[in-house]
Nanobody, 132 residues
Framework: QVQLVESGGGLVQAGGSLRLSCAAS????????MGWFRQAPGKEREFVAA????????YYADSVKGRFTISRDNPKNTVYLQMNSLKPEDTAVYYC?????????????????????????WGQGTQVTVSS
């Protein structure tokens, strides 16, 4: 059974930092791009950051650029999101995603056409709350 398990969320004051982790089990994701998304109350889920399979290319939403850093440790099958200079508007549930169609370049992310072997896995989410 494939699982993505996020951890590291919590309550932090504005200006503080948190490091989220996404540990995968059940299969290896070392050859696919991974992403972080978030969903605030009453809002749709939105893209936060993505990283290609090697860690050589990353892409960020404008709202987090310069404050968040995505990284991965393929031998550990784990993806991280270091969040610095947190703002109240960063409050949301953060989700890890493994989508075999996801592609990441330094300037964008997109979903490639996919076939029958496509997969799209999500974690259960971890709550991040930033107080003002």
């Amino acid at each position: 059974q494939v699982q993505l398990v996020e951890s590291g969320g919590g309550l932090v004051q504005a200006g503080g930092s948190l490091r989220l982790s996404c540990a995968a089990s059940g299969r290896t994701f070392s050859s696919v791009a991974m992403g972080w998304f978030r969903q605030a109350p009453g809002k749709e889920r939105e893209f936060v950051a993505a990283i290609d399979w090697s860690g050589g290319s990353t892409y960020y939403a404008d709202s987090v650029k310069g404050r968040f850093t995505i990284s991965r440790d393929n031998p550990k099958n784990t993806v991280y999101l270091q969040m610095n200079s947190l703002k109240p508007e960063d409050t949301a549930v953060y989700y890890c995603n493994a989508n075999s169609a996801l592609r990441v370049t330094s300037g964008s992310y997109y979903y490639a056409p996919h076939g029958r072997d496509h997969y799209d896995y999500w974690g259960q989410g971890t709550q991040v709350t930033v107080s003002s």
